[in-house]
């Protein structure tokens, strides 16, 4: 009898504790997918080949009502409304994966409307209150385990260009206008500490999970108290990519997602930088995960970029829209695929890009087109199997809880490029 008791107070303690060293694979799901054309468009349904590789879902993005601070559906169409209703749609997949875990994220730098409120509701406690109540109850409602904070907190300025350049730069300064600066960094570091331990005891009684996204180019040492916060939530993602984007940096291309610092360049600006910010802060290992992106950033080259294509390199802002995304600046993991394969044999196509891998494993893939002509060309720099691999293995390296995938949208979700489909979540799951 005492042996039998034994054994269920352990198998107890084993179903309320997983083992510590499953690995987590976080698969962001971008809504907004929903209406993009033709063979970008990914309804609720294309997930499913996905799921069975991830432990969580997270369904991007919700926001802030700008003037009631409530959590909000950003899309009602789409999110709550009885024709399409994709909130119910996404969590209903837990029927048929059981283990899976489905969080409503909020920001995102998919609520763009009157960005400012997301420090306002920090600097109130009303504001707070309100977003929390709406939030747990929108989750609720929607059969959400839980929330994921993505805050929209100010940004790290761009960089500025080396020196040669500098009446180049006063140019963009004036197109682009500059990075508005966060003169209450402190008020809103506490403010969103308080945001956090609120939350989570809202989220306590309904024993729902609490996780935070950092955001590319927040600086998590201004706005995130580490040992304040760390004990109050489940998972930290650290979106460390965007290092270098063409909307940040018009002028000149560089790895976007460097593992390790290139040569040169500004050392807290790579992945390993950002995840040991949070473990020196005192963060266990195992609650973080790094944030893999299954997306393209482009620029465009000109006559006066280095013709050897290697980064840091000139460039003419950002590179034209894929032919499914349509947005400038950004492909798709299928549309860099695509355009990778030769075609030389299909008259009136453009030249394939060449691809540079790196086999020192530390700073990422690029590939690049020199202009020819009246051809503009092209500078990418992506992850592909081989890099989101690499990443996993360096997250298994140092005891991370796991990887996310940012987004499922932008991997090959239908496997056109070699049949498989979700080629980067796969071979990031299989390096864990
Ligand atoms: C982030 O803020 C800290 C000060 O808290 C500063 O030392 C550091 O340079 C900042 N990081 C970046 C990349 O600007």
Not at 120 to 148: C, K, M, Y
Not at 321 to 328: D, F, L, S
Not at 395 to 416: C, E, H, P, T, Y
Request: hydrophobic letters at 35%; proline letters at 7%; glycine letters at 6%.
């Amino acid at each position: 009898m005492k042996i039998l008791l034994a054994i269920a107070a352990l198998l107890a303690v084993a179903a309320a504790n997983p083992p510590p060293n499953q690995a987590k694979v976080i698969c962001y799901y971008e809504s907004t997918s929903y209406v993009r054309e033709s063979q970008a468009r990914m309804l609720p349904l294309d997930l499913d080949p996905a799921l069975s590789f991830c432990t969580h879902l997270v369904y991007g993005y919700a926001g802030v009502h700008p003037d009631t601070y409530k959590m909000v559906p950003l899309n009602e169409n789409l999110d709550v409304d009885r024709s399409h209703a994709n909130y119910r749609a996404i969590t209903n997949f837990r029927t048929k994966y059981p283990g899976l875990k489905v969080l409503l994220s909020v920001g995102g730098d998919a609520d763009v409307e009157e960005e400012q409120k997301y420090n306002l509701l920090l600097e109130s406690p009303q504001a707070r209150t309100a977003f929390i109540n709406s939030g747990v109850l929108l989750a609720e409602q929607h059969g959400f385990d839980g929330i994921d904070l993505a805050w929209q907190f100010a940004r790290i300025k761009p960089k500025k260009l080396r020196s040669t350049w500098g009446s180049i730069w006063h140019g963009i300064k004036k197109t682009f206008g500059t990075t508005p600066v966060d003169d209450k960094e402190a008020e809103h570091r506490e403010g969103f500490t308080a945001l956090v331990r609120e939350l989570k005891q809202a989220l306590n009684i309904k024993q729902q999970l609490l996780s935070i996204s950092v955001l590319p180019n927040v600086n998590a040492s201004v706005y995130y108290d580490v040992p304040a916060i760390i004990n109050l939530v489940d998972i930290v993602n650290l979106h460390a990519y965007d290092y270098n984007t063409p909307t940040r940096n018009p002028k000149e291309a560089d790895y976007t997602a460097p593992t390790y610092k290139p040569q040169d360049r500004n050392p807290l600006l790579n992945v390993d930088s950002a995840i040991s910010y949070w473990i020196t802060s005192g963060a266990p290992s195992n609650k973080i995960v790094l944030s893999i992106p299954t997306f393209a950033r482009t620029w465009k080259l000109d006559s006066d970029s280095e013709i050897s294509g290697v980064p840091p390199l000139h460039t003419d802002g950002p590179g034209e829209a894929g032919p499914y995304t349509k947005r400038e600046g950004l492909l798709s993991y299928p549309e860099v695929c695509a355009k990778l394969i030769n075609p030389n044999h299909q008259k009136g196509l453009r030249p394939h890009l060449r691809k540079v891998s790196d086999p020192s494993k530390r700073f990422g893939t690029y590939a690049y087109r020199l202009p020819q002509d009246s051809d503009d060309g092209l500078w990418v720099s992506y992850e592909d199997p081989d890099t989101a691999g690499q990443k996993a293995s360096y997250v298994k390296s140092k005891n991370l809880g796991g990887v996310a995938i940012v987004d499922l949208s932008m991997d090959d979700f239908r496997g056109l490029c070699t049949g498989d489909k979700y080629p980067i979540l796969r071979a990031a799951k299989y390096r864990l």
